[in-house]
């Protein structure tokens, strides 16, 4: 079987941030690692995504990297407990005036971050080699 290579996807509309949604799927940050630049316009987000395309029990460093962001705001995310792990659960988007709108990451237990965006402008890199993992992560029906 051929090794899977490390992920690189670029995102500029709603179709291609679902892709980038599905891949981090159950990806874990800490709150510390969650980085919010209102100058440059940019939210980035160091996370272990499993990595579901491996087929084996997998997670992987990755990095998201979200520009054009006009506007940040969080809910049920303690900014004070830089420790504090959180599970994403997925990435959607709500067209606004085109082509921005609200980009929200929708986290395990509630919580959110909403980014309100000029554009759909994201990246997601994988930025370490794989490691196994003992847990599958897995979900309610």
């Known amino acids: 079987m051929a090794e899977i290579q490390p992920l690189q996807l670029l995102a500029e509309d709603a179709d291609d941030l679902a892709v980038i949604s599905a891949a981090l799927q ?18 980035t987000i160091v996370l272990n995504r499993f990595r579901w395309e491996s087929g084996a029990r997998q997670r992987v460093r990755s990095a998201l990297q979200i520009g054009s962001v006009l506007a940040l705001q969080g809910r049920k995310i303690r900014r004070d407990r830089r420790d504090a792990i959180v599970e994403l659960l997925t990435i959607g988007f709500e067209p606004g005036d085109a082509p921005g709108g609200l980009l929200t990451l929708s986290f395990a237990g509630g919580g959110d971050l909403r980014a309100t965006v000029e554009c759909v402008d994201a990246v997601l890199a994988d930025v370490s080699a794989p490691w196994t993992t003992p847990r599958v992560p897995a979900h309610e029906p």
Not at 26 to 42: H, L, M, Q, S, T
């Open 26 to 43: 159950d990806a874990v940050a800490k709150v510390g690692d969650i980085a919010y630049e209102p100058k440059a316009r940019r939210l």
